[in-house]
């Protein structure tokens, strides 16, 4: 169970860190004046693509499946957290009687499986059309960027 988590937050991560720049504090902040922004949090989703964009090279339509790859993952994202909410709802439920309902807990359990599944498969998906879109050249530097993680963005 441990293991899952660890895998789901690392994957939940790594789509952030391709998906949104508010989620970083002051990660972005070199870059405010480049775009003319200026405060912490102006840099925002469309800028911290714009820069992942800028370092990779990519090309309009390299941009259009990165960004369809990457709602597709967030979408599986949404559908795994309302799992992971009635599941956290049926945890409290079993602990909430006199004695532990072990039926409610394995049926808790079985659900975080199948959201985690789902939501793993998305990210292989996902990362398997922006691999095939990507020049070799590309793919190495994204692969850098993710090795890096956030602070990336400061140099």
């Not at 090279?57 to 990457?70: M, R, Y």
């Not at 394995?106 to 985690?116: T, V």
């Not at 691999?131 to 530097?141: A, G, I, S």
Request: net charge positive; with cysteine; proline share 3%.
């Amino acid at each position: 169970m441990i293991g899952f988590l660890i895998g789901t937050a690392s994957l939940i991560g790594l789509v952030k860190t391709l998906r949104r720049g508010r989620g970083f504090g002051g990660y972005g902040r070199g870059c405010h004046g480049h775009h003319g922004h200026g405060g912490r949090g102006s840099f925002g989703r469309r800028g911290m693509l714009r820069l992942v964009f800028e370092r990779l090279d990519t090309t309009p339509g390299q941009e259009k499946v990165i960004l369809a790859a990457i709602d597709d993952v967030r979408a599986a994202g949404q559908t795994a957290r309302g799992e992971w909410k009635r599941a956290r709802a049926d945890v409290a439920t079993a602990v909430r009687g006199d004695t532990v309902d072990e039926p409610r807990l394995a049926e808790a359990s079985a659900r975080l499986d199948a959201a985690g599944q789902t939501l793993r498969e998305a990210v292989s998906v996902g990362l398997t059309k922006i691999h095939e879109v990507l020049e070799p050249d590309q793919r190495r530097r994204l692969a850098d960027m993710i090795d890096d993680g956030p602070g990336f963005f400061d140099r």
